[in-house]
């Protein structure tokens, strides 16, 4: 029995994430790889590398024609991509445009009107795209746009063994801010973390291996046991005096170092955030009016 033809897929921005998709679907025989485009020739060259398939090239109007396109250039290129590509297009809407932006909907591809648009967003970090190969199998993909192209990439995607969710255009940039707070902003908190482990003169070595236990059983225990049983700590405990001797020290080192201010700030924003969660996780309401004034007091102000 003849394979019948895969479609082509043509990838517009192979980076981090562009190879890594591109990859895996040649591999599993989703896809048949067509051209690949990045902004320099060698970007693209590598990229090809790494897929293993399809042609490099740094021009648009030299991609071959392809069923489906992956506009996969930083977020604020994507209209602005999509307008050099409608031309390329065929005039009877065949073609699948997609883009893997979280924050931006389908319609950031508008100029490719009438091809299908699809906005697809693993929640997945491909900081290495090696790493990404065996670990993106389990996430979710986050789809929107026009339904006949859902679909195609909701198969796409199930390929790989990725979950798929649909939203609506509405629910897009509110969904992404979630996924930023818990993933991106965790690694800011890891970084002023362990420059409050330096400022205490422990290196960042020493520093993450202690860390690292504990950090992986937080977040374990978030997802089983819901975040009011994981929050651990002085300030769920109420003990007022140890937070604003943490405070004071913070304080201290961001007069001392004022490059060193994040530490401080943070700490008193997330623990005015914390406030409500921890009085659902039994704090007195008296330990929280303490607390309360304690973050809201103004620098120097935070004795005990
Ligand atoms: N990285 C993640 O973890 C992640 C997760 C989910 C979604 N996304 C989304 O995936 C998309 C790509 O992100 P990324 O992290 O993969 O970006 P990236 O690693 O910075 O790669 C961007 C690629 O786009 C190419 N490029 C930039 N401008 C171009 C242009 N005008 N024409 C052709 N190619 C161009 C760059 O080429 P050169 O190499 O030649 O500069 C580079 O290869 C974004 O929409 C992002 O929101 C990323």
Sequence with gaps: MQTPELPTLNIIGAGRLGRTLARLWYRRGVFAIGGICNRSIESSASARGFIGAGNAVDKLHAMPPADVWLIAVPDDQIAATAEILAPHLPANGQALVFHCSGALPANALAACTPALLVSAHPVHSFADPQRS??????A???LEGDEAGVTRLQHAFHALDCHCLSLTPEQKVLYHTGSVMACNYLTVLMDIS???????GIDSETAKQLLAPIVLQTARNN?????????????VRGDVGTV???LQALEALAQREP???????????LGKAALPLAKRAGLSETARRQLAALFSAHRNDTAP
Excluded: C, K
């Design 133 to 138: 190969l065996d670990e993106l199998p389990g």
């Design 140 to 142: 979710t993909v986050a």
């Design 194 to 200: 362990l420059q409050t482990f330096a400022a205490a």
């Design 223 to 235: 997802f089983a046991l819901g975040t009011e049983r994981a929050l651990t700590g002085p300030l």
């Design 244 to 246: 604003a001797r943490q």
């Design 259 to 269: 490059e060193h201010s994040a530490p401080s700030e943070v700490y008193r924003t």
